[in-house]
């Protein structure tokens, strides 16, 4: 059974730190890249970040130099470091793996929610 199950979300206040983790069951992270997306009501997903096998992860511009992704091979799990956060990063956020890029995923978590507020 291919799973990835996120967690992590929560409430946070503006400004605050936050880390999502994202367990991959059933096929191995390493081989696959890895990307983050966020979705709010009403918008557009967002694809927040590529962890890619081939090139330096990619940020969207606007989590750049705020958001960090990282992958720990050992524990199958990659993880999203969110800092100095704003309002506008509350969303649902889902990990994703695309075996050949991220710009074609062949599995998706469920999502965890993020909401920051004061």
């Known amino acids: 059974q291919v799973q990835l199950v996120e967690s992590g979300g929560g409430l946070v206040q503006p400004g605050g730190s936050l880390r999502l983790s994202c367990a991959a069951s059933g096929f191995t992270l390493e081989l696959y890249n890895i990307a983050w997306f966020r979705q709010a009501p009403g918008k557009e997903r967002e694809r927040v970040l590529c962890i890619s096998k081939s090139a330096p992860t990619s940020y969207a511009d606007s989590v750049k130099g705020r958001f960090t992704g990282s992958t720990d091979n050992a524990k199958n799990t990659v993880y999203l470091q969110m800092n100095s956060l704003k309002p506008e990063d509350t969303a649902r956020y889902y990990c994703?793996?695309?075996?050949?890029?991220?710009?074609?995923?062949?599995?998706w978590g469920k999502g965890t929610l993020v909401n920051v507020s004061s």
């Open positions: 994703a793996a695309g075996y050949w890029s991220c710009d074609d995923i062949n599995y």
